[in-house]
């Protein structure tokens, strides 16, 4: 058998993408996964082009596998991904051994593009966008586990002033509402029971309710109703949401929908209404944080987590301070946060930067720093009490324990007899929390959890 290496940067929709490379190829001819590329007939680099550094990282792992490709002139090496999208011909150029170069909304012509470049002996390059053929050409999903990711939309169409997306993933489109119903009632049947509905702005999926274009048209809270109904699934997730598409709908449907996880990620970016305005984000500080009173208000305890861009063009000492005020008043339970990194063709690219690194870093950390004590001090009032738990496997670090999920997406491990583990994996139990540790939780299982 084939063997396929696979090198994921990036978002969690290229987690979902190199997913999807290895169904499509797996279509047409029997691969193995490996993690070793140099035992590789096929070495996929799925590629993320968000900071400067992890551009410059594809071409630092691009350059190892050169090697490879001189002593194995048979073995395939393609690009996939965002760099891959904006650079197009250009990675050929400055990696004339990689053999396919194709792009988010190409990948399921993978197996084409390896073939059309064996009979010409030719590298191939394909990063267009071929409108929504992408969700129609995939292979339906296979999980392993519990708890699958469904892409519901694709693309991006808010251009904030400092990010490739729009660029690299194309306009928002959104997936067919029967295509997504379909994909995750199979998901149900098959055992999962938590999904997590994936996109660049999940909240933008719109969809017409009739397949002949009755002119109807639902939005995402309509979407989350028709997912509640799935039989078997129990806890929906979705990720990532724009602040400016939080309709009062989509807020409602926090107090109506219970399948619906108390867990949101719903990036911010600044808490300065100046630098928001400078990223076009499209949303006042106020009205970000209305959006989070009424969405505390239908769902007491919810748990928000968030991203921020530290040190934006022109950003100030009290525009930071405002920032750390904003996570103060939030409480943000965990965030993904970075220094700005000029992306070329941004507009936010010409803007004068004149502060420099030193300053930006230490106003990460001191960030960091914050939401991590928040994220602690959350994990803490956890202890004592009773969580269900979504249970995933065996832990990583000890084989004798499971692990799983909260509601509010910790991860806890618990010891369990290891007769019952294969019982356990893949349902719902109740745990209570023992100990908060920085990254996850340990628990035990609840009493009548053991009686069972
Ligand atoms: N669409 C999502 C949103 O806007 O809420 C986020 C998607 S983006 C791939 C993930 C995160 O990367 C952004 O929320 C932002 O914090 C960060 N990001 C994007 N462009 C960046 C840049 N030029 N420099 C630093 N961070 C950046
Ligand atoms: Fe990038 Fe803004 Fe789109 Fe998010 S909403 S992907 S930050 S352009
Ligand atoms: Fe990176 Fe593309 Fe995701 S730029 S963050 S892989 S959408």
Known sequence: MKKLYIRTFGCQ???????KMADV??????????????????????????????QERVFHDLGR??????????????????????EGEA??????????????QTLHRLPQLIARRKESGRPQV????????????????????????VSIMEGCSKYCTYCVVPFTRGEEISRPLEDVLAEI????????????????NVNAWRGALEKDGGGEVGDFAFLLECVQAVAGIERIRFTSSHPREMTPRLIEAFARLPKLAPQLHLPVQSGSGRVLAAMKRGYTVLEYKSVVRRLRAARPGLSLSTDFIVGFPGESEADFEKTMQLIDEVGFDGAFSFVYSARPGTPAADMEDPLPQETKLAWLARLQTRIDEQAQEI??????????????????KNEAELSG??????????????HAHARLIGQFVDVEIVTAMPHSLRGKLALKEERA
């Open 185 to 200: 009632s199979a998901l149900a049947a098959r055992g999962v029971r938590e999904v997590t509905l994936l996109g660049q």
């Open 13 to 19: 929709m290229n987690e979902y993408d190199s997913g």
């Open 405 to 418: 999920r909260t509601a509010n997406n910790r991860v806890v491990n618990f010891p369990a007899p290891p």
């Open 379 to 396: 994990s803490r009032a956890m202890v004592g009490g009773i969580e269900r738990v979504l249970v995933e496997g065996p832990a990583k």
């Open 91 to 104: 990675i050929v150029k400055r990696a004339p051994y990689v053999d396919v170069v194709f792009g988010p």
């Open 65 to 86: 596998v050169r090697a490879l490709k001189a002593a194995r002139p048979e073995i395939i090496v393609g690009v996939g991904g965002c760099v891959a999208s904006q």
């Open 126 to 149: 394909d990063v267009s966008f071929p409108a929504d053929e992408k969700f129609d050409a995939l292979p339906s999903a296979r999980e392993d586990g519990a708890a699958a990711f």
């Open 25 to 54: 190829l797996g279509a047409c001819e029997a691969y193995q996964r490996t993690d070793r590329p140099e035992e590789a007939d096929v070495i996929l680099f799925n590629t993320c082009s968000v900071r400067e550094k992890a």
